[in-house]
């Protein structure tokens, strides 16, 4: 038996990838594992939302995923008689370095994410599976079985299932998975289509249902994704039934050939009734699954990983304590039961074959989007919640405001905004990072905070805070706000630290950025 672990992560997707990337920044000694020989070559998820792209940035990824993507994409809204062309970010995203929706291929953004681990030497174990867990005392005794059929015991402090939605983990847990299969078969292809404007994304609005078009790049040039029409026979997807949907429900009648993957699948809307039980852990699809309408899927499952990574990585180095990780399951479970309300939604509208849904999508349509799409209030709101920068935890038990509540700028809970000065850029690394406004003298140059095992650095922004009537806010090391006050009272402050960053000895002390 090898010595024990911290945290076996089970599953090297999008999610396993982000969350070893966490781990390995904080010096967490984990394994992760995935039953696959290969990672995926497919496309699938082919978008990255801004606030993924923010979180990731902190480990230098951002950049090369953006280097790969195509950052121009347009959208044309095809509806019965008439097309429009929908600005995506331009209202809604005036405080993030990323504001567009990039397009890349999952393939992509896990090739990205794993050299980026090699390079750090994590090695991802592939054909290695998950076979059993039992907690015992302080562990869990978990049996692994390689490609070779030999079989090997790990013991590990924590075990996160990032398996996808038929989790072993969960299974193993004993987590539910509640809710239901729309009735609709979709089918998939990434391949070429000729006759379709280059840089942009189709959505063609039907009676029948939906029929999208997403500039790929590559393994191909077009992924497409059209609901499976209504009486044509089922098996095998091929290129003639293709055709025959885009000839049918489309004015351009693209030309479609090469196809480099085909597929159908079926849209479900699950949950686990809980992400954490004991020493297990869930995160990504074996969290939630639900319609890909608004690219959520892979990103949520993504900021599942980050908001979960640091918290495991202070606990298991002493830094926090256990009740930290409670805190895991308070934030997210409401973020993936609003993303999987929010797709269920669209998702009845767009397909629903009742004849009040066909009628506003042939009739309505056409006359109420324009006037919604120039309703700029609305569709800022809109693309706040799809680029998931309005995700907060206003409410959840690791956010907290001092006495003297600041008038203006974020609130204890909120996504640190970006400034100018590209203030939350230089907010990076694994620590928590306070920030300090307001004349010198008002703050002694060694802050009575103690010893935070070198993971807390301090700011000091000058005597204009980017937030007016803020003057000191402690930012959390997935770069939302923990505390915020008013004044120059740090006992509020001194509270939220002793219980969520004890002092203790270490050996860098506390790092002071200036």
């Known amino acids: 038996m090898t010595a024990p672990l911290d945290v076996l992560v089970v599953g090297a997707g999008p999610t396993g990838l982000a969350l070893a990337t966490q781990l390995r920044a904080g010096d967490t000694p984990f394994r992760i594992v995935d039953r696959s020989l290969d990672r995926s070559r497919e496309s699938r998820a082919p978008a990255i939302q801004p606030r993924t792209l923010e979180m990731l940035s902190a480990f230098g990824v951002a950049d090369d995923l953006v280097e790969r993507g195509n950052t121009a994409v347009r959208l044309h809204l095809h509806l019965p008689r008439r097309v429009l062309r929908v600005p995506l970010f331009d209202v809604g995203c005036d405080d993030t370095p990323y504001p567009f929706l990039l397009f890349l291929p999952q393939s992509e953004t896990e090739a990205i994410l794993a050299a980026h681990l090699a390079e750090r030497d994590v090695t991802v174990e592939r054909g290695t599976e998950l076979l059993g867990a039992e907690p015992e005392g302080e562990y869990v005794t978990c049996r692994l079985r390689r490609r070779d059929g030999t079989e090997e015991t790990v013991r590990a402090r924590y075990v996160v299932g990032c398996d996808g939605a038929h989790s072993t983990v969960r299974a193993l847990a004993g ?9 609709q078969t979709f089918l998939l292809a990434d391949l070429e289509a000729d006759g ?23 393994p191909a040039t077009w992924r497409m994704i059209a609901m499976h029409p209504p009486g044509a026979p089922g098996g095998e997807v091929t290129l003639d039934l293709l055709q025959r949907i885009a000839d049918d429900w489309t004015p351009d009648k693209p030309s479609l050939h090469d ?33 890909p309408a608004g690219g959520q899927g892979m990103n949520t499952g993504i900021q599942d990983a980050l908001n979960l990574g640091w918290k495991l990585a202070h606990v298991c180095r002493g830094a926090a304590p ?58 800022s709101r809109l693309f706040r919640t799809v680029s998931e920068l309005g995700i907060h935890y206003r409410r959840g038990p690791a956010s907290a405001t001092g006495p003297q509540r600041p008038r203006q700028g974020p609130r204890a809970g909120d996504r640190l905004p970006d400034t100018p000065a590209g203030l939350q850029r230089r907010i990076t690394g694994p620590g928590y990072h306070l920030l300090l ?7 002694p140059e060694d802050l009575p905070l103690g010893e935070r095992h070198g993971l807390l650095n301090v700011h000091r922004l000058g005597t204009r805070s980017p937030w007016p009537g803020t003057t000191h806010a402690l930012v959390r090391p997935d770069g939302y706000v923990g505390h915020l006050a008013r004044g120059t009272d740090l006992t509020g402050l001194r509270a939220y630290l002793d219980r969520w960053l004890p002092a203790a000895p270490s050996p860098g002390g506390r790092r002071a950025i200036r």
């Open 175 to 183: 987590i539910a998975f509640e809710g239901y299969a729309y009735p």
């Open 196 to 218: 379709l404007e280059q840089g942009t994304a189709h959505t063609y609005l039907t009676a029948a249902g939906l029929l999208f078009f997403f500039p790929l790049g590559t």
């Open 259 to 291: 196809p480099v993957w085909m597929t159908s699948f079926r849209i479900h809307n699950r949950g686990a009734t809980h992400y954490r039980k004991g020493p297990f852990f869930l995160a990504g699809d074996a969290a939630h699954i639900h319609s």
């Open 322 to 379: 256990e009740e930290l990780l409670e805190t895991y399951e308070a934030e997210r479970a409401p973020v993936g039961h609003g993303v999987r309300r929010l797709t269920d939604r669209a998702f009845t509208v767009g397909t629903g074959g009742h004849p009040a849904l066909r009628l506003a999508r042939s009739r309505l349509a056409p006359h109420l989007a324009p006037l919604l799409l120039r309703a700029t209030g609305a569709r």
């Open 437 to 443: 406004t307001g004349p010198a003298h008002h703050w």
